[in-house]
């Protein structure tokens, strides 16, 4: 999943992209290694290489998370979820002749 694909699912489901603290509008999808800016959406709680959770039950669940580059407020999002919907809906193909020059 990218940063894109969140974006995508965002916007297609009709939030609003301003932060409720600061009314920013930059993002970046937060990893719980203390990395950001990275182009895939990790899980706050910490997962496998096959996308598994070390440890499940119901205090375990795998969120995606943003947030707000100006304040540091954070939104959580059902991980699976998203994944759902950006399997469902893949970005259409590019073609050859509506690449930019």
């Not at 990790?42 to 304040?71: D, M």
């Not at 939104?75 to 020059?101: F, I, T």
Request: hydrophobic share 35%; net charge negative; proline share 8%.
């Amino acid at each position: 999943m990218t940063f894109d694909d969140v974006v995508r699912f965002m916007t297609q489901k009709g939030f609003d992209l301003k932060c409720a603290c600061c009314q920013s509008d930059e993002w970046t999808l937060y990893r719980g290694d203390g990395e950001s800016n990275t182009p895939f959406a990790f899980s706050s709680v910490k997962l496998t290489p096959t996308g598994e959770p070390l440890a499940t039950g119901r205090f375990f669940y795998p969120v995606l998370v943003a947030e707000c580059v100006n304040c540091g407020f954070l939104r959580q999002y059902n991980y699976k979820r998203v994944q759902k919907w950006v399997d469902e809906n893949p970005y259409p193909p590019v073609k050859d002749n509506e690449l930019p020059a």
